[in-house]
């Protein structure tokens, strides 16, 4: 299984951006599928989970403006970031766990700046 991640980029303070989280295969297989993000110097934190249930949760700097979600006929995840802040600066990954497996995709960057 991998797990590809795109639409990172460069925007000002207040603008939106959306990540997609492309699966090589049915993402119906992944009891949780999540958005972290890795900020310079930092470790890497949960920025957002949705699992096969449909289940959303986010960690609460972004509560209330970003949004996760699933498409199971693109095998896709998603991450609609909207109000950004220079905070959100980071490189965004794409996870996956089947079972006691997880995946991770390739970073994405994310750069909140005026």
């Known amino acids: 299984v991998q797990l590809q991640a795109s639409g990172g980029g460069s925007v000002q303070p207040g603008g939106s951006l959306r990540l997609s989280c492309a699966a090589s295969?049915?993402?119906?297989?992944?009891?949780?599928m999540a958005w972290y993000r890795q900020a310079p110097g930092k470790q890497r934190l949960l920025v957002a989970t949705?699992?096969?249930?449909?289940?959303?949760v986010y960690v609460g700097s972004v509560q209330g403006r970003f949004t996760i979600s699933r498409d199971k006929a693109e095998n896709s995840v998603y991450l609609q970031m909207n109000s950004l802040k220079a905070e959100d600066t980071a490189v965004y990954y794409c996870?996956?766990?089947?079972?006691?497996?997880?995946?991770w995709g390739k970073g994405t960057l994310v750069t909140v700046s005026s």
């Open positions: 295969g049915s993402i119906d297989s992944f009891n949780d």
């Open positions: 996870y996956g766990r089947v079972g006691e497996l997880e995946y």
């Open positions: 949705i699992n096969s249930g449909n289940m959303k």
